[in-house]
């Protein structure tokens, strides 16, 4: 079997989400980022006792992922929003446990849906395994996230149920592709409400419940995790245009090069359906030379050349209206630092291909 890649321990809050010290800029601040560090670890070390399984073969495919990397931005988000009640509490880590690992599962089925290459820098489960062992792992670590929601009651067993449905139906909607009388802009927006935001909204949620937090502050953060997600996935359909990117391993095209119709190619089209010549010369050039490329096929210059076109600055600014329309949502919360932190949570995502 192939050897098992290893993530760093002892990684902070800041290094792991990429946050810069302005997120957590006062002293105040910086304390309730040492709890959720605290609290990060508890559930990187309750995460690698989760995904352990008897059977040697289920023990290395489940914890493939896990030990490749990744962010946790959904178990931190699960602890920020504790920040509003109670903190950490052994519930609260149990639910960014689930919520993560119901992420984890997720890539390894969306990777054989996508048939992609690599993923966290590594080859995806199902180039090593194959197609069926990687669905069955993804299934066993659903079947895992499921375990723990049922041990915090039938709230949270509701939320994931409601979650994965939403999970399902995006994955759905994004491989059958939108009706001829849908706007394939709206359709793939709510795509990426469904795959993505769904879930950052749920773990935004569990902190609130779990925390003994109000009950009035689970409206404003599933709705600024949903919006978040949004801005988070249309800022990658930008990092896609761009070079080799270290923590995903993949390289500038690659899921242009996959036909995956990302936010700057759907506008695109959509310029070229209202007769502009530029937009039409440049469609057929990437369906020419990019749609459906084999790997070893130089791709770049046309890459490049949506790259610098409006329609992916455009995919920008869209990005950043949904990271606005999320700190809207959180008005209601009280002032002080999860408000703070959430805020400049939402500017930093947006910030990442800049």
Same mark, same amino acid.
């Given at each position: ?132 062992? /990687?669905?069955? &792992? +993804?299934? !066993?670590?659903? #079947?895992? $996230?499921?375990?723990? *929601?049922?041990?915090? =009651?039938?709230? @949270? ?35 990426? /409400?469904?795959? &993505? +935001?769904? !879930?950052?909204? #749920?773990? $935004?949620?569990?902190? *609130?419940?779990?925390? =003994?937090?109000? @009950? ?35 390289? /500038? ?7 995956? #119709? ?93």
């Amino acid at each position: 079997m192939p050897s098992l890649p290893l993530v760093r321990r002892g990684t902070t809050l800041s290094s792991q989400v990429g946050f810069t010290e302005r997120l957590f800029a006062s002293t105040k601040d910086r304390r309730m980022a040492t709890r959720i560090d605290a609290g990060l670890e508890l559930v990187e070390d309750g995460l690698r006792e989760q995904v352990k399984y008897a059977d040697q073969l289920a023990d290395v495919t489940a914890r493939y992922l896990l030990n490749a990397g990744g962010k946790r931005v959904r178990p931190m988000l699960t602890l920020l929003t504790a920040q509003l009640g109670e903190g950490a509490t052994p519930e609260v880590i149990t639910a960014a446990q689930a919520v993560e690992i119901t992420h984890l599962a997720s890539l390894y089925h969306d990777d054989v849906m996508d048939d992609a290459q690599t993923r966290r820098g590594v080859p995806s489960a199902q180039h090593v395994w194959g197609n069926s062992v /990687a669905v069955l &792992t +993804g299934d !066993l670590l659903f #079947a895992r $996230a499921s375990q723990l *929601v049922a041990s915090l =009651g039938e709230g @949270a067993i509701r939320i994931q149920a409601d979650t994965f449905e939403r999970l399902c139906l995006g994955q759905l909607h994004e491989t059958i592709g939108p009706n001829d009388d849908d706007d394939p802009i709206a359709h793939y927006i709510g795509v990426l /409400a469904d795959k &993505t +935001g769904s !879930l950052i909204a #749920a773990a $935004a949620q569990m902190g *609130v419940m779990f925390s =003994g937090a109000p @009950a009035e502050y689970i409206a404003p953060v599933m709705a600024f995790g949903e919006k978040v997600g949004v801005g988070f996935q249309l800022v990658d359909d930008v990092i896609d245009l761009s070079g080799k990117d270290a923590e995903t391993g993949k390289t /500038a095209g690659t899921d242009l090069r996959a036909g995956v #119709a990302t936010l700057p190619l759907l506008k695109l089209r959509k310029r070229a359906s209202e007769g502009d010549a530029d937009a039409t010369a440049l469609l057929d050039r990437l369906e020419t030379e990019v749609l459906g490329a084999p790997d070893d096929k130089d791709v770049s210059a046309a890459v490049a050349a949506l790259r610098e076109h409006p329609v992916t600055q455009e995919t920008l600014e869209e990005a950043h209206r949904w990271a606005r329309e999320a700190v809207e949502a959180i008005a209601p919360l009280p002032q002080g630092s999860v408000k703070s932190a959430l805020t400049r949570f939402a500017d930093t995502i947006v910030e990442r291909s800049s």
